[in-house]
């Protein structure tokens, strides 16, 4: 799975207009790079052991779909919610699958 590239680009534009241009910590400019992967946070501790075997619907917490924006130059990293940049039921993910080569294909 991985975002959707015209998804990308809008964050990275928002961002921009945002005023986030350079890196906040070390200051380089163009130095910022958004992530092509969802990173996926779960805030509701720690979920219980696998051999309790407990259905999902029984995990109680938020689960936040994030892009990540890394700092090339320092590694300074940034999280921003893609819910905030997601307009009604637009698609901002692929799901990618393997086939027997171990290629990813759309």
């Excluded at 890196?23 to 805030?43: E, I, K, N, Q, R």
């Excluded at 219980?48 to 999902?56: A, C, F, G, T």
Aim: aromatic share 8%; proline share 6%; hydrophobic share 40%.
């Amino acid at each position: 799975m991985r975002w959707r590239e015209s998804f990308l680009a809008e964050v990275t534009q928002s961002l921009r207009q945002l005023g986030l241009k350079a890196c906040p910590v070390c200051g380089l400019a163009d130095s910022l790079g958004v992530g092509h992967l969802p990173l996926l946070l779960f805030d509701g501790g720690f979920p219980p052991r696998i051999d309790d075997h407990p259905p999902l619907a029984d995990c109680e917490g938020d689960l936040t779909f994030a892009v990540r924006i890394e700092c090339a130059a320092c590694g300074y990293l940034m999280l921003f919610n893609a819910q905030r940049f997601r307009t009604a039921d637009e698609k901002i993910i692929v799901l990618e699958e393997t086939d027997a080569g171990g290629q990813f294909r759309e």
